[in-house]
């Protein structure tokens, strides 16, 4: 499985980090990748990370340098590093996985879902 957590209320210009904590079944070979979808709207990718860290992706019209990914693989966890966040961030968060080599970021790339974290931007 995949677990999120961190997620909740923050004022704008604030930040979270949210954690991904994911089952030995995808540690190895299995990208890891951060997910979001606000209401009424298509679930997009915002940042995603390869078993190794050596490939990383970003949405830049989300990301706009705000937010980093890192893979802790000894904690079985990836992390999203939030920072300057906006109302327009607010949204259910979602990790996933994939079996790809590379970090790829597109929703229809992912077969395993977490439940979804909600981040809340406002004041």
């Known amino acids: 499985p995949l677990v999120e957590s961190g997620g909740g209320l923050v004022q704008p210009g604030g930040s979270l980090r949210l954690s991904c904590e994911y089952s030995d079944d995808f540690k190895s070979y299995y990208t890891i990748g951060w997910f979001r979808q606000a209401p009424g709207k298509e679930r997009e990718g915002v940042s995603c990370i390869n078993h190794d860290s050596t490939d990383v992706r970003k949405n830049a019209d989300v990301v706009k340098g705000r937010f980093t990914i890192s893979r802790d693989s000894a904690k079985n966890t990836v992390y999203l590093q939030m920072n300057s966040l906006k109302p327009e961030d607010t949204a259910l968060y979602f990790c996933?996985?994939?079996?790809?080599?590379?970090?790829?970021?597109?929703?229809?790339?992912?077969?395993?879902w977490g439940q979804g974290i909600q981040v809340t931007v406002s004041s």
């Open positions: 996933g996985a994939t079996y790809n080599d590379y970090a790829i970021c597109k929703v229809d790339g992912y077969r395993y």
